[in-house]
């Protein structure tokens, strides 16, 4: 399968989107949540787009949900009548999976905002699956204890787990995936299922919490989210060093791990993103790969990885270390990496991102990064690089615009090449965005039929009729 | 439903229990592995038993592949047949994992013991299923990296992926499930699937690799498995401390960890497990609740490490801090935490245990085996109790007379009352041993109905014809 035989990424289809919403289901929704259920045009458009490239394809319509409950109410009204419901946090999503190719109802979880629980004797908080990280880590503040997982955009939590999503600090304190300890979940029947106990661990049966983990809305609608905390660290310092190329940068930061130094953040930016920076902000970073670090721990402990890193660094070739610890400091050293993807967007006024999502083994990340980098020169795309090298994952963001079709192909081509070469390197053609739309003709690519075949078996077995958002991840036929 | 419904503790049973092998499989089996193929009385007893105490229910035969595409082979004679398979590793586990209560066949893993791959620089390994632990960390001395897992038996890695194993440094390095990166799985239909790449995350489709992990080969077999290293660190201290009470012992655990000290091991043993302990090895260890700690990190980390550990105990009346830096100390002073098991065994020389596993919230954890400790008194029970507190999982070791049927019908009671009260705190019935036999009336206790429906739903996805360890885990119904 290849990614140039789906439909274009402007023009996501459902081939059996049907007409129209069926009258009774919208009098069932209209007397279950009166207000809180819409078909207004713009509430319809808003919750059929997310940050991809693809044009909107909106849903029938819209309901607010409060609780579980009432979600649970929806889905059975929905699954008695065949229509596809898409769960709907914060919009951020970016490879399509919001799009209602075949028709239904988009369920917005965002008036799902509360924080059900914070326990600091755990380290864990359960919250309802609108709520978002900022928000989280707002209503911890004071604790002693955050909420690790940083994606960049302020996603909501259930969308985060439905996504597996991670960021910037995974490489200190993992995925969503491993800081996820229980769901509620709405089945395709609209039965209510807790995923498992607030255990720590637990080998008591099939682990359904990483089974919807990652499932996108396709096996289940997510309401409610046990994750980990952790102590806030006594003392956290910023780091910035500049390398003369790719494959120096990285071998910093992969020896770095080797040691055992736990690093919080290992962020590369290429000679383009930084150029972009400049550009944006004014400032007048040197032009060439540049990491963003951090680390925490004690004062002491934080103190000694720094030292051991500007050594490493100097070995490769690192110049302009540069490092801070008061919080105003941090951020000024930080604040070009937190700019990078508005900076990234204005190289290009008007243009959209195609954005890439590749992760590899370790070993192969330098390479893998130089011949992207040198694809991108040869074919002519405007495309800054930058990523959490400390997992393995980068992103080109690959600026298009989005009513050029032949450019559109010439990204979706080079991004076609990139992810062969992910998997040629034992990797994944996405690392924390998902599937979505965009990434279904790759699974295949990079799991094999057979183990595609699985996924198909499960997503047949926990939604046989196919509404549950119908079209991402993987294609199944309803008998 | 209630455990004591379920067959005896003594007796599986297997009602569709066929009378023999087909007479044409054992021809094909015998062509297809020559003399690695065998139905010799001695070899099925062996294969058909485990750790636990019930009685051997022996397989049809044995087959020893050495290879994932033999395993693929036999399975698919095996489905052809309708005939049962059930992976066979270390034979280390405890639940009942093993018993053919279906009959069958058992396809020992134990000669797929080759270490395929050690990469430093991605801190990864890929092994053979029957590669154990020690074998594993064997082949890494020197390199400066080792396999964490440690369950205590020296199990296999196939197995330990498959019971979703964790053990004294999970604390730490977390468990079998978040050290596990991909597998390699044979299907019910003999087919040969990847579960992953080797990238460090990935949020390409559905999560296999989780869902293969804790399934007890009631999904698929387990041929080879890619675990994540961790870099050997500089420095390692150990350090014992005794407590006035559980309570005491418990909280200082949990107020280290919410200070968010990186502890390797906190392990306690109560005052029965002491008194086994000084009666096993001539010791004379003070009798009251005493905790097996370590620390691990740079030098100066470990030194603060300890430091901060020593006032927090002595905040809670612990008393006789001993610490050691130096590998025999070390050794010295944890060896009667590695004797615990078999020292409890001799407080009643013939008997067997029947070893419970639950896992709660830490914060309900000092109440949970405080309750517990009261039962086993009452009940007149002869349980020593130790666990990875650090966790919130603790075990008893409910000492029996295997032909008493009476006292097995005590131990068992006791147990499910144990579950009861670790599911009311919102805990699990098993941190890392598994279901088995013998935890699946708990499974419909602890998650519902509708979540074990969904596990069902599941097994027959993937196992239409149940010949993947039948009986364990969840009941189907083969159309």
Same mark, same amino acid.
């Given at each position: ?37 819409? /078909? ?20 029938? %319509? ?5 609780? /579980? ?17 898409? $769960?709907?946090?914060? +919009? ?29 004797? =755990?380290?864990?908080? /359960?919250?309802?699956?609108?709520? /978002? ?10 604790? @002693? ?23 910037? *600090? ?73 390398? $003369? ?104 006024? +008007? ?12 070993? &192969? ?9 040198? =694809?991108?020169?040869?074919? %002519? ?11 393995? &994952? ?14 559109? !192909? ?55 009729? *196919?509404?549950?958002?119908? @079209?991402?991840?993987?294609?199944? !036929?309803?008998?």
């Amino acid at each position: 399968m290849n990614a140039l035989t789906e439909p274009s990424l402007m023009e996501p289809r459902g081939s059996h989107l049907a007409a129209s919403l069926p009258a009774a289901l919208d009098r069932l929704l209209s007397a279950l949540l009166e207000r809180r259920w819409t /078909t207004s045009a713009s509430d319809r458009l808003t919750h059929g787009s997310d940050e991809s490239s693809y044009l909107p394809c909106p849903p029938w %319509g819209v309901a607010y949900p409060q609780s /579980t409950d009432e979600v649970a109410q929806i889905v059975r009204l929905c699954s008695e009548h065949r229509v596809p419901v898409i $769960p709907y946090g914060a +919009g951020s999503s970016i490879e399509g999976h919001l799009l209602a190719v075949a028709g239904g109802v988009s369920i917005d979880l965002s008036r799902m905002s509360h924080v059900l629980a914070v326990r600091p004797e =755990d380290l864990t908080a /359960t919250v309802q699956a609108g709520v /978002t990280r900022e928000a989280l880590n707002a209503a911890l503040s004071g604790t @002693g204890f955050f909420f690790s997982v940083d994606p960049g955009a302020n996603a909501s939590i259930g969308g985060m787990v439905a996504t597996s999503a991670s960021g910037t *600090n995974t490489v200190r304190y993992g995925t969503m995936r491993e800081n996820t300890l229980s769901l509620t979940v709405v089945t395709a029947d609209g039965r209510v299922v807790r995923t498992a106990s607030r255990a720590r661990k637990s080998s008591a049966g099939y682990c359904l919490t990483q089974l919807f983990a990652g499932s996108e809305g396709t096996l289940g609608i997510i309401t409610e989210v046990t994750v980990r905390l952790h102590p806030v660290p006594e003392a956290i310092a910023a780091a910035v060093v500049t390398f $003369p190329d790719t494959v120096s940068a990285v071998r910093c930061v992969m020896e770095t791990i080797q040691l055992g130094t736990p690093l919080a953040r290992a962020e590369m930016l290429d000679a383009l993103t930084i150029r972009a920076i400049n550009a944006y902000s004014g400032m007048t970073l040197q032009q060439a790969p540049t990491l963003f670090l951090e680390f925490c721990g004690s004062e002491a402990s934080v103190a000694a990885q720094s030292e051991l890193v500007a050594g490493i660094a100097a070995e490769h070739g690192g110049s302009d270390f540069a490092w801070a610890t008061r919080p105003e400091e941090r951020s000024r050293l930080w604040k070009p990496r937190h700019n990078a993807l508005f900076a990234a967007l204005q190289l290009r006024p +008007g243009s959209k991102s195609l954005t890439t999502d590749i992760c590899v083994p370790l070993s &192969n990340l330098a390479q893998c990064i130089d011949e992207t980098v040198q =694809d991108i020169e040869s074919s %002519g795309l405007l495309a800054p690089v930058f990523g959490h090298v400390g997992d393995g &994952n980068f992103h080109c963001l690959v600026l298009v615009d989005p009513n050029d079709a032949t450019e559109l !192909q010439q990204a979706e081509q080079f991004s076609a090449r990139l992810i062969d070469r992910a998997i040629r390197c034992d990797g994944t053609c996405t690392g924390e965005h998902g599937v979505g739309l965009h990434k279904k003709p790759y699974l295949v690519l990079e799991h094999g039929e057979d183990a595609v075949d699985l996924m198909r078996r499960i997503k047949r077995a926990l939604d046989p009729h *196919n509404i549950l958002n119908p @079209g991402k991840v993987v294609d199944v !036929q309803v008998p």
